[in-house]
């Protein structure tokens, strides 16, 4: 059994709980290496707190299971069986079951007829473990950041004036791929009144002179890591004044963020002490987001960089630091980067140039 599927043990032991039940998702590829698809017949990790861990899988998926190289017993089912008495033959007795957070509804509903136990959400005893990346899975952020970072510095190829946002978009995901992801998990390309709109992703919109591009990029690397980075762009022409002004009161509200943020901070004074940049020149009121998510083998996970949240950081733990201003209808902007917290400060993942990059 894997360290990680022991610690799980532990944690969930600590919060009461007699076993935990994970299908396909980030979870199980966190605790079994395992990336499953999440198809309709069911693959579960069922992992009790006393005693032997099982895999639960369709008799056609053993081979891939298998092939994942995964370190726990394998349990298959046939077509016609029923893969929630499985389940239950496994966990006789067990009054508290957590279930990942992400698993269907279906299947809920089906083991909560099946087991005779409470469910509850697995993610407080999954969190303990995601939330503090180990050596390895820094590198991989570590290399998903210098992927899109190598992607940024190649935009300058594609964004003009007279192109549409789709049409830069489009080069952008090849160069996702091409720079080191296998996968393209979400392009943003907001130019002009568009930046305004944090999840903007593109459209038809031809881009004009004198335009801010909000571009905001993700991809998952082969290790199966995300990488998210935003860099906001002017086509070319003179902006706004007034634009200008509020993007140089970003640069320091980012900036300060990046300076602030460590082990022993909370999360929420990380927020704040960007938050109170903006605010002192006017723009609080148009930063209409938390300061940032944890990231990893998702996009967006815990911890969470956002008022309210008391989390003290510590080493390992990765999020962004993404702070913005949008003035609807006009204009927006945003500087997103990746960190992970190091033994007593912070390593920065995204290294691009910060300042408004003119084309
Ligand atoms: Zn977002
Ligand atoms: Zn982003
Ligand atoms: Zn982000």
New binding site residues.
């Given amino acids: 059994m894997t360290s990680r599927l022991t610690r799980a043990q532990q944690v969930a032991t600590d919060h009461g709980l007699d076993a935990l039940l994970i299908t396909p998702g980030a979870d199980l590829r966190y605790l079994t290496g395992y990336d499953a698809k999440p198809l309709e017949r069911l693959t579960c990790l069922v992992l009790p707190t006393q005693g032997d861990p099982a895999l639960v899988v369709p008799a056609l998926e053993r081979a891939a299971a298998e092939a994942s190289g995964v370190d726990l017993p394998i349990v298959t089912f046939g077509e016609t069986d029923d893969p929630f008495a499985l389940v239950a033959q496994h966990l006789q007795g067990a009054a508290s079951v957590a279930v990942d957070d992400h698993m269907w509804a279906e299947r809920v509903f089906r083991l909560q007829d099946a087991l005779e136990a409470r469910l509850s959400v697995a993610s407080p005893v999954i969190r303990e473990l995601r939330m503090r990346k180990d050596a390895a899975e820094v590198e991989a952020l570590r290399e998903a950041g210098a992927a899109i970072d190598r992607v940024h510095a190649r935009v300058h190829e594609w964004l003009r004036p007279g192109r549409t946002e789709r049409e830069v978009g489009a080069d952008i995901a090849r160069a996702i791929i091409d720079e080191g992801h296998v996968q393209v998990d979400f392009v943003i390309v907001g130019s002009g009144p568009n930046s305004a709109s944090?999840?903007h992703e593109v459209s038809d919109r031809v881009i004009e002179a004198g335009d801010p591009v909000v571009v905001?990029l993700g991809g998952t690397t082969e290790a199966g890591y995300c990488s998210?980075s935003t860099r906001t762009y002017l086509a070319g022409g003179t902006p706004d004044p007034a634009y200008l002004e509020a993007y140089t009161v970003l640069e320091a509200a980012q900036a300060a963020q990046r300076a602030h943020a460590r082990p022993g901070v909370t999360a929420e004074s990380v927020d704040a002490v960007g938050r109170e940049i903006l605010v002192d020149a006017g723009l609080g009121d148009l930063f209409i987001?938390r300061t940032g998510?944890g990231i990893g083998l998702e996009?967006?996970e815990e911890p969470y960089i956002v008022a309210g949240s008391d989390l003290l950081l510590e080493p390992g733990m990765a999020f962004s630091i993404?702070p913005g201003f949008y003035r609807d209808g006009r204009h927006g902007a945003r500087i997103e980067d990746i960190a992970v917290c190091t033994e007593d400060g912070l390593e920065v993942l995204n290294q691009r140039p910060r300042e408004l990059v003119v084309l």
Avoid: N, S
Wanted: cysteine-free.
């Fill in positions: 944090p999840h905001d998210d987001h998510h996009t967006h993404e």
